[in-house]
C-alpha cells in the first residue's frame, strides 16, 4: 500500500504513521526526518536545506522528489510506503504520480487528519521543549500553518478528485485516531 498523509504540522502524522508501520509491514517515509538529516551534514547541500526548514518554508519540489523516488527505489519500498510530510504541493503531488506510474505502480490512499489551530500550536510548542526541535518554535510555527494552508491544503481538492483521499477527525485520542485510520484502511485494501 501507497498511503499520503495530508494534515498541518503538529496534526500527528508521524505518530501514526509509526503505528501503522506494524500493522501494514512498509516503511514509513518522512520527508522532514529526510531533510534534517541532509542538514546535519557539512555540505553547501545542508546549508542549502536549513535556509529553508529554519524558516519554516518548504524545500523546493524537484529537491524533495529527487530524495523521496531515492528511497522508493530501495528494496524495503517493493510493497509500498507511508508518505508523511509529501507531497506538499500539488506539483510534487503531480511528480509523484508521474513517478509511480512510470513504475507501473499507483498512490492507493490520502489520508487527511484534521485539527483545530489553536491545539496544533500547543501541540508543536509542547514539542519544542520535548523532543528539542529548534524549528517549533512560535514564529516558525505561524510560517508553517501558512504554508501549509497556502500551498499543501489544496492536495485534499486533487485527491479527493481522484476518489483517493479519506478525511480523519485528528482532535481524538490517539487510539481512537489510530481506529478510524485503519477503518480507511481497510475499504482501500481490506486489511
Known amino acids: 500500500m501507497r498511503l499520503v498523509f495530508i494534515g498541518p504540522p503538529g496534526a500527528?502524522?508521524?505518530?501514526?504513521?509509526?503505528?501503522?508501520?506494524e500493522l501494514l509491514a512498509i516503511p514509513h517515509?518522512?520527508?522532514?526526518?529526510?531533510?534534517?538529516?541532509?542538514?546535519?551534514q557539512e555540505t553547501a547541500l545542508s546549508r542549502w536545506v536549513a535556509s529553508?526548514?529554519?524558516?519554516?518554508?518548504?524545500?523546493?519540489?524537484?529537491?524533495?522528489?529527487?530524495?523521496?523516488?531515492?528511497?522508493l527505489q530501495s528494496e524495503e519500498c517493493v510493497n509500498g510506503a507511508l508518505f508523511d510530510g509529501f507531497p506538499r504541493t500539488i506539483i510534487q503531488a503531480q511528480l509523484l504520480d508521474d513517478y509511480l506510474a512510470e513504475q507501473g505502480i499507483k498512490l492507493d490512499m490520502a489520508l487527511e487528519l484534521k485539527?483545530?489551530?489553536?491545539?496544533?500550536?500547543?501541540?508543536?510548542?509542547?514539542?519544542?521543549?520535548?523532543?528539542?526541535?529548534?524549528?517549533?518554535?512560535?514564529?516558525?510555527?505561524?510560517?508553517?500553518?501558512?504554508?501549509?494552508?497556502?500551498?499543501?491544503?489544496?492536495?485534499?481538492?486533487?485527491?479527493?478528485?481522484?476518489?483517493?483521499?479519506?478525511?480523519?477527525?485528528?482532535?481524538?485520542?490517539?487510539a481512537l485516531v489510530f481506529a478510524a485510520i485503519?477503518?480507511?484502511?481497510?475499504?482501500?485494501?481490506d486489511v
Open 12 to 21: 500527528g502524522k508521524g505518530t501514526q504513521c509509526k503505528r501503522l508501520v
Open 115 to 174: 485539527v483545530v489551530e489553536e491545539e496544533l500550536i500547543q501541540r508543536l510548542l509542547k514539542r519544542a521543549t520535548v523532543d528539542g526541535r529548534a524549528d517549533d518554535n512560535y514564529e516558525t510555527i505561524r510560517e508553517r500553518l501558512h504554508v501549509f494552508k497556502t500551498q499543501t491544503a489544496p492536495l485534499t481538492d486533487y485527491y479527493a478528485s481522484q476518489g483517493k483521499l479519506e478525511q480523519v477527525d485528528g482532535m481524538q485520542s490517539e
Open 29 to 40: 517515509l518522512s520527508t522532514g526526518e529526510m531533510l534534517r538529516a541532509v542538514k546535519r
Open 52 to 71: 529553508y526548514i529554519d524558516a519554516g518554508k518548504l524545500a523546493p519540489d524537484h529537491l524533495v522528489m529527487r530524495i523521496v523516488a531515492q528511497r
Open 182 to 189: 485503519k477503518e480507511c484502511v481497510s475499504r482501500h485494501l
